[in-house]
């Protein structure tokens, strides 16, 4: 088991910075390669990005490449996501989740085993 909470959200105004932090505790942290995803509301839940296990890979989503950066600390358990130049379509809730798949990078929440709770985001206009 996995247990992940998620940090670091709230209200900010379009063009700002917010940093989430992702804090695991259970099985080896660096086992996992680990995820961002958000869900608006009224809207499915999207894929922003993941990382490797190792941090040696990344891939975002479109709507977010060179806004948002991804990276983790193995040593501390955690992964961030540093969201720069915010808008207002950036409003959603923030999940981290952690899988098991190794390859190629997981882009489907149903690759994820574990998910955290969630961290509000809100980017006014």
């Known amino acids: 088991q996995v247990q992940l909470v998620e940090s670091g959200g709230g209200l900010v105004q379009a063009g700002g910075s917010l940093r989430l932090s992702c804090a695991a505790s259970?099985?080896?942290?660096?086992?996992?390669?680990m995820g961002w995803f958000r869900q608006a509301p009224g809207k499915e839940r999207e894929f922003v990005t993941t990382?490797?296990?190792?941090?040696?890979?990344?891939y975002y989503a479109d709507s977010v490449k060179g806004r948002f950066t991804i990276s983790r600390d193995n040593a501390k358990n955690t992964v961030y996501l540093q969201m720069n130049s915010l808008k207002p379509e950036d409003t959603a809730v923030y999940y981290c989740?952690?899988?098991?798949?190794?390859?190629?990078?997981?882009?489907?929440?149903?690759?994820?085993?574990?998910w955290g709770q969630g961290t509000q985001v809100t980017v006014s206009s």
């Open positions: 989740a952690a899988t098991t798949l190794l390859g190629s990078p997981a882009l489907l929440g149903d690759e994820y085993d574990y």
């Open positions: 259970g099985r080896t942290f660096s086992s996992y390669a």
């Open positions: 990382i490797s296990w190792s941090g040696a890979s990344t």
